[in-house]
T-cell receptor, first 113, second 114 residues
Framework: AQTVTQSQPEMSVQEAETVTLSCTYDTSESDYYLFWYKQPPSRQMILVIRQEAYKQQNATENRFSVNFQKAAKSFSLKISDSQLGDAAMYFCALFQGAQKLVFGQGTRLTINP | DGGITQSPKYLFRKEGQNVTLSCEQNLNHDAMYWYRQDPGQGLRLIYYSQIVNDFQKGDIAEGYSVSREKKESFPLTVTSAQKNPTAFYLC?????????????FGPGTRLTVT
């Protein structure tokens, strides 16, 4: 069975600093996709970044980047130059066939001004 | 503007009543999904549909029912058999192609049953 684990229920960072959110997953497949979603107080889920497992290069989207370690089944999210608008719940998710996403429990990120 | 709409934003029902949550998308996506989110938890899949007139149970389908009569619409009925219906419900859709699987989410419906 697929599982996604986010071991940090809460994280905080000073504005303009860098923070890394952790995610580990378990799958027996070699082909899959990984995502980070952001859920701000409005509760709208917003896609932050995606990574295809067959790609060795880590995905980046502006201030957001991932560290994808396939052998270790690790998929961390790095947020550089943190901004107040980055405060949200962040969910790691695994897609592996059958059109289903499996989500982690989430990490609540607080940005301190 | 393309997107997913869910209505209403807040819904209140008495225990024992069935209630239907609306989800409409104009993204021309084939697949649609319903998730449940409880406080402090991630999303759990209730039902999903890959094409019209077909749908599959997710991880927590008991007490819920769905229909997919139109590509754009995927309503969720929370029946009286659902023991703990108070939650936040999110609808999503995606293009089921080989190269992209991200799901786009609606704004959600907060259901409170008393």
């Amino acid at each position: 069975a697929q599982t996604v684990t986010q071991s940090q229920p809460e994280m905080s960072v000073q504005e303009a600093e860098t923070v890394t959110l952790s995610c580990t997953y378990d799958t027996s497949e070699s082909d899959y996709y990984l995502f980070w979603y952001k859920q701000p107080p409005s509760r709208q889920m917003i896609l932050v970044i995606r990574q295809e497992a067959y790609k060795q290069q880590n995905a980046t989207e502006n201030r957001f980047s991932v560290n994808f370690q396939k052998a270790a089944k690790s998929f961390s999210l790095k947020i550089s130059d943190s901004q107040l608008g980055d405060a949200a719940m962040y969910f790691c998710a695994l897609f592996q066939g059958a059109q289903k996403l499996v989500f982690g429990q989430g990490t609540r990120l607080t940005i301190n001004p | 503007d393309g997107g997913i709409t869910q209505s209403p934003k807040y819904l209140f029902r008495k225990e024992g009543q069935n209630v239907t949550l609306s989800c409409e998308q104009n993204l021309n996506h084939d697949a649609m999904y319903w998730y449940r989110q409880d406080p402090g938890q991630g999303l759990r899949l209730i039902y999903y549909s890959q094409i019209v007139n077909d749908f599959q149970k997710g991880d927590i389908a008991e007490g819920y029912s769905v229909s997919r009569e139109k590509k754009e619409s995927f309503p969720l009925t929370v029946t009286s058999a659902q023991k703990n219906p108070t939650a936040f419900y999110l609808c999503a859709s995606s293009v089921t192609t080989l190269y992209t699987y991200e799901q786009y989410f609606g704004p959600g419906t907060r259901l409170t049953v008393t």
